[in-house]
Nanobody
Framework: VQLQASGGGLVQAGGSLRLSCAAS????????LGWFRQAPGKEREFVSA????????AYADSVKGRFTISRGNAKNTAYLQMNSLKPEDTAVYYC?????????????????WGQGTLVTVSS
């Protein structure tokens, strides 16, 4: 399974971006999908995740109320709508997939990872 993340870019504080994640390859399986991010010099951290059927979502406390995850109409696609962006949101954002039903914040549970898309928020 290959994951493609896109939609990153440079935005001013308070602005918005929408990230997209699409899986290709072995897509007969429907995956739970997650977003993680890694800032320079920091460990990769959980941002948000959505269950296989889209009915269950999870968010890191730092993004609750500002970010919204959703599944796309196409199988194994997901979006991360990011509003009210802050400079501390600057990071490489990765999408990940796991062959399970429920959303999860645990990095170790995800089997497949995309290459990442850079989000830069200027102050």
């Amino acid at each position: 399974v290959q994951l493609q993340a896109s939609g990153g870019g440079l935005v001013q504080a308070g602005g918005s971006l929408r990230l997209s994640c699409a899986a290709s390859g072995r897509t007969s399986t429907t995956y739970a999908l997650g977003w993680f991010r890694q800032a320079p010099g920091k460990e990769r951290e959980f941002v948000s995740a959505v269950s296989r059927n889209g009915g269950d979502t999870a968010y890191a406390d730092s993004v609750k109320g500002r970010f919204t995850i959703s599944r796309g109409n196409a199988k194994n696609t997901a979006y991360l709508q990011m509003n009210s962006l802050k400079p501390e949101d600057t990071a490489v954002y990765y999408c990940a997939a796991k062959a399970a039903v429920y959303a999860s914040s645990s990095i170790g549970e995800y089997e497949y990872w995309g290459q990442g898309t850079l989000v830069t928020v200027s102050s």
